[in-house]
């Protein structure tokens, strides 16, 4: 595992630490050894597999359990030593803790938010009001306004949170799987604002995702959690690699593919009898359908750095290789004629023909000269 | 666009809120006169103006009206009040909107003591002093409400904290018949009467140490308006906000026992009303927020009291009915209607 820590920083520039951090339920520890440094404006993320005490660390650095061990110090202050009252003016929480409220709107919930700036009574002043609205349309849930909170979607209720949050205007912010519940659209506004929020005022953002592809994308360290197991935390790029998070996770079917963050099913088993010629990202679909459907196939002859390649790395049962950039050579085109002439069925599409790719074209006229195999042209 | 801002919101709720508050104190008044004014004697209004703000202090209708009118009228008010206090301090603290001080056993609680220091000697010596049956009666509710907080700790539905309440009441109910089995003849006609709930026979004594109680315990929770509305947020996140949970879950218990207590005390067990007036509050108001809720609750508790009371006593002239009778026939419907609607959201 690649160690972020220590890295000539002064440990007073860090705005958030944890040393040896030790967390759990009554006095029985799940983790620990947790080393945590954060910046301000920086994005933290916890990932890993259900149950494997990412809320437990976020519900101990929030100050809902008590520690078991080891420190947290946000900004100067050890965590134990700020009483609620100043935590609250810190930080602000994001959790999963269902919210039922009676006859409160969106606004209402939001302007819970400015709950440590007001006074005695707690009634909001006019300068509240504005922060509330402005929060609001900084998350685009300005139009829920007046709408009582109990009757929005999940989806919604996650995205008025977040405003509330927002609106106590911490300097830490702690998620707890923010994204459950949202759809594609508002997973990416949502980390699209934390992003903004990190960046333009400094916030440092610590959460926990589900999403790995998400988590990558969005965080300056990402820290991988497993029940009894502590990892160092590091950047998205050196954590999300295939081994890694086959490891973490615990899967064997399947594959994450560490570029583009997706997953992929587990290929199809069996004999191939059907093989695929396609490029640029054409077969791509072709390989899902026939991975849904079951069928094991080859895929070629494939450049290395052809998009389709990526893909049928993970779904095809063997892929014929080509280097970059070369016209197709003796034994490659040897290896893909044999393939081809052994399959009942070849599936191609479109393909853009050059100088490189002319033996490729020759491979598929001699197929579609045999009567025993299946050919099928998907444009 | 002016229209779509928080501001905006709040202006035109603060407008309902005046309306509310108007209507609930013109209700308020109304039921004052109307009490003071009602009865198997018959006084004239003119004579009602006469004795209280004239203060002729001579004659048998200066004393129905001083000594039986005005302290019942009052202390239904007070009574009215906590109740309704209690019992959204309790929903609150539950999180469940049929919580209250009936439905929980507190007034079961509160009248088992209560019946105990009233039967024992303790009891008789000098008679019973106002503090010391309010006393006894906190006592009996801290019991009651230690035992549901226990099993609501393990129980998390709404309905089984319900049915601890019941259960923790029928053992109360239990005690006290056993201990009435030991009581002279004497007692039990006073504490018969007592149990079954009745604002009748209040003096200004117990006026007095009601509106004491209940007024300080009254600024205590409107002071808490705040975390109460923290706290409505859910625990997690009223912590987040800044506040002390553990501190502020023992007043809120505290603060909900002294009212209830304080109503069983001086007017024996009284249901429905918890639950009823404050869930019919914030509808009316279409708010939960505490700063206004507090208020309001309390208000329109001491009507509905009044209200009950005056029929208690008039539906059935000269025959009296038991306070707890009127406030279930009103109340009861309300809460079987919440819980429909409720359940159809």
New interface residues.
Partial sequence: MVIVKGRNHNMADYYFRTEDLKVGYEGRALLEGIDICLGRGEILTLVGPNGAGKSTILKSI???LRLLGGRVIIGEKELPKL???????K???V?T?????????C???V??GR??Y?G?????G?ED??K??EAMELVKV?EL??RLF?ALSDGQKQRVLLARAIC?EPEILVLDEPTSFLDIKYKLELLAVLRKMAKERGITVIMSLHEIDLAGKVSDKVMPVKAGCVYDYGYPEDIFREEFIRQLYDFDKGSFDPVFGSIELPKAEGEAETMVISACGRGIPVYRRLQKEGIPFIAGILYRNDVDCRLARYLARRVILEEPFRPISDPVYREAKEAALKSRKVIYTDIPWGSCNERLRELLEEVRLREEIVCEYIP | MTENTFHYENLRRRSRYAAVFVIMLSAFLAMVMININTGTVDISAAEIGRIIFAGGKEGTEYRIIWLIRMPRVLMAAILGGALSLSGFLLQTFFHNPVAGPYILGISSGAKMTVALVMIFPLGRIGGMSSFALVGAAFAGSLISVGFVLLVSKRLQSMSSLLVAGIMISYICSAVTDFIVTFAEDSDIVNLRGWSMGSFSGMSWGNVKVGALIIGAAFLLTFLLSKPIGAYQMGEAYARSMGVDIRMFRVILIVLSSVFSACVTAFAGPISFVGIAVPQLVKLALQTSKPLIVIPASFLGGAVFCMFCDLTARMAFAPLELNISTVTSVFGAPVVIWMLIRRSAN
Avoid: C, F, H
Wanted: a positive charge.
């Fill in positions: 929030t100050k809902q009483t609620y009252q100043e935590l609250s003016r930080m602000a929480v959790l803790e269902r919210v039922r409220p009676e006859l409160m709107t606004r209402d919930i302007a819970t709950y440590p007001t005695r009574l707690g009634i909001l006019r009001e504005e509330v609205d300005k306004g007046s109990t106590q």
